[in-house]
């Protein structure tokens, strides 16, 4: 069994930055793909950035390139979001995911992933 819990999140004035963390437990090669999703209110969840642990690939949507940047620390066993120049559109509930596959999904979408954190608030002001 994985478990996947979030911290980090917070208020930040727009232009600001935050980091958020993602504390894994559990067998390893359960969890070989990684990702950050958000959930705005009444919206569905987004991929973000995503991360192969093994081979170390990372994918972001182009919204989010240059600004997000995924990384893990093995010997924490944690997953990292640096998010930099935050916009207000920023704003939500971000989740860190995991999944075991042969190869991990580029796409980022929530289907993809079985194993959820509980979510950390992200608010960004205008």
């Known amino acids: 069994q994985v478990q996947l819990v979030e911290s980090g999140g917070g208020s930040v004035q727009a232009g600001g930055s935050l980091r958020l963390s993602c504390l894994a437990s559990?067998?390893?090669?359960?969890?070989?793909?990684m990702a950050w999703f958000r959930q705005a209110a009444e919206k569905e969840r987004e991929g973000v950035a995503g991360?192969?642990?093994?081979?170390?690939?990372?994918y972001y949507p182009n919204s989010r390139k240059g600004r997000f940047t995924i990384y893990q620390d093995r010997a924490k066993k944690t997953l990292y979001l640096q998010m930099n120049s935050l916009k207000a559109e920023d704003t939500g509930v971000y989740y860190c995911?995991?999944?075991?596959?042969?190869?991990?999904?580029?796409?980022?979408?929530?289907?993809?992933?079985?194993?959820w954190g509980q979510g950390t608030q992200v608010t960004v002001s205008s």
């Open positions: 995911a995991a999944v075991a596959r042969s190869w991990c999904p580029s796409s980022l979408r929530s289907d993809d992933y079985n194993y």
């Open positions: 991360l192969d642990l093994g081979g170390g690939t990372t």
């Open positions: 559990g067998y390893t090669a359960s969890r070989n793909c």
